[in-house]
């Protein structure tokens, strides 16, 4: 696909996703008209956009595969209506009877899905006060990094705790992605730790955008979720951002400032592969020539 040079508005939609995946299609389906109206052509949503839901016996009677998903063919519908570029941060899709996809969807102006990125990395983690994960009981892992061109940037593909990892983003960057997505869930706990630090981080090191749609507040499962969806632009500054409650936000991003952050510091020209030395194990014993036996 060719790229044009110019600027475009972008909308990140924050959401309260409950265990519905009705309510949360017509929530969703409010934040991005509301985007659209005001002039988007790209839109993204959050992590877990149609449910969130922790008991498995629930997630797997409300998720359906992705030919049936009745989320999936609402948004591409919006996507015709509103002639925009909506991608959607994940949906929780099965993939068989025993595991679900943590799957991202990007929609082109026609309703046609351009790309698809099941999550890498699962959250499977133990956080202080007994707040506990393993994404990996119910979701299948991916196992390949995503790109995707649209008609301003090469756009790369991840969600949520995939920000942790570095040696993903610097990937991409290395394979010209200009605009680094995280849709996420991040807890209020870890948020409140390390969500801003790690989100630029993302953008400073590879010299790129970073667009990141977050779950924000008290959710009907009992989760609570950090928000603060953020833009991010390739030197690091934060563009815009949100609270935790629900709502849209609009940024305009200027492709042409990756190169200008990238010229500046060249860090993916000067990137070299290396070798790991490890430290020689010492013998268990030394016996030095002329010592007592």
């Known amino acids: 696909m060719t790229r044009s040079n110019g600027t475009f508005r972008a909308g990140l939609i924050q959401m309260r996703s409950r265990r519905s995946p009705q309510t949360n299609l017509d929530d969703a389906s409010a934040l991005i008209r509301e ?29 359906a595969p992705e030919e049936n998903d009745i989320c999936l063919a609402r948004f591409r519908e919006l996507a015709r209506q509103h002639k925009l570029y909506l991608h959607i941060g994940s949906l929780a899709i099965r993939v068989s009877a025993e595991k679900a996809a943590n799957r991202s969807f990007v929609i082109d102006p026609r309703g046609e899905i351009v790309a698809r990125y099941d999550k890498i990395h699962m959250f499977d983690v133990d956080l202080a006060g007994g707040e506990s994960y393993r994404e990996s009981n119910n979701f299948r892992p991916g196992e390949s990094a ?3 061109d649209l008609p301003w940037a090469r756009f790369g593909l991840t969600i949520c705790y995939d920000l942790r990892f570095p040696a993903l983003y610097r990937a991409l960057a290395e394979a010209g992605a200009t605009v680094l997505t995280i849709p996420a869930a991040f807890t209020r706990q870890t948020g409140e730790a390390h969500w801003h630090t790690l989100v630029r981080a993302r953008a400073i090191e590879n ?7 977050a779950q924000g507040g008290a959710h009907e499962n009992g989760r609570e979720t950090f ?6 632009d390739p030197w690091g500054r934060i563009i815009g951002e949100l ?8 940024v305009e991003i200027d ?3 990756v190169a200008a952050a ?11 592969r290396f070798d790991i030395i490890e430290p020689l194990a010492e013998p268990a014993h030394l016996h030095v020539v002329g010592d007592p036996a």
């Open 35 to 63: 985007a659209a109206a005001g002039g988007a052509l790209y839109v993204q949503t959050p992590e877990m956009t149609n449910i969130m839901e922790l008991s498995r016996e629930k997630l797997f009677a409300a998720i």
């Open 146 to 148: 995503v790109l995707v």
């Open 207 to 213: 010299g790129s955008f970073v667009l990141a749609a």
């Open 227 to 232: 928000g603060h969806s953020l833009a991010v």
């Open 243 to 250: 609270g935790t409650e629900p709502g849209v936000m609009l």
């Open 255 to 257: 492709p042409a400032e």
């Open 262 to 272: 990238r010229g500046k510091v060249p860090s993916l020209q000067h990137g070299r």
